[in-house]
C-alpha cells in the first residue's frame, strides 16, 4: 500500500489549501478503514485533522471543523483535503494516512510541507 500527497508547496493568507493524496496497492472504497489526514506543525507534535471513511462520512477536528472538508474520488482511488481560509498557523507538514477503528495508522504518505506566507 503506497499513498502519496500532491498539492502547492506553498499558500497566501486567506486561500484555500487543497491536497490530494492518491493511494495504489488498496481501495478506498469500499474498505474498513479510515483515510486520514495528519498534519506536524513545525516544532510541535502530530495533530490529526480528519478522515474519510468507506460511506463517504467524515469525521474532522473540531477546532477545524469550520473551514475543513475532506472529499473522495473514488474512481481515482484518491481523497482530497480542502482547508480555507489559511494562516501562518496552518504551516506545517501534511500526511495522508490509513487508520483504523483504534486510531492506528499503518501506511503514511512522505508527507509535504505547506508554508503559509505573503
Known amino acids: 500500500v503506497q499513498l502519496q500527497e500532491s498539492g502547492p508547496g506553498l499558500v497566501k493568507p486567506s486561500q484555500t489549501l487543497s491536497l490530494t493524496c492518491t493511494v495504489s496497492?488498496?481501495?478506498?472504497?469500499?474498505?474498513?478503514?479510515?483515510w486520514s489526514w495528519i498534519r506536524q506543525p513545525p516544532g510541535l507534535e502530530l495533530e490529526y485533522i480528519g478522515y474519510?471513511?468507506?460511506?463517504?462520512?467524515?469525521k474532522l477536528r473540531s477546532s477545524l471543523k469550520s473551514r475543513t472538508s475532506i472529499f473522495r474520488d473514488t474512481s481515482k482511488n484518491q481523497f482530497t483535503l480542502q482547508l480555507n481560509f489559511v494562516t501562518p498557523e496552518d504551516t506545517a507538514v501534511y500526511y495522508c494516512a490509513r487508520g483504523n477503528i483504534f486510531d492506528v495508522y499503518d501506511y503514511w504518505g512522505q508527507g509535504t510541507q505547506v508554508t503559509v506566507s505573503s
Open positions: 474519510i471513511d468507506d460511506s463517504g462520512s467524515t
Open positions: 496497492g488498496a481501495s478506498i472504497s469500499p474498505s474498513t478503514y479510515r
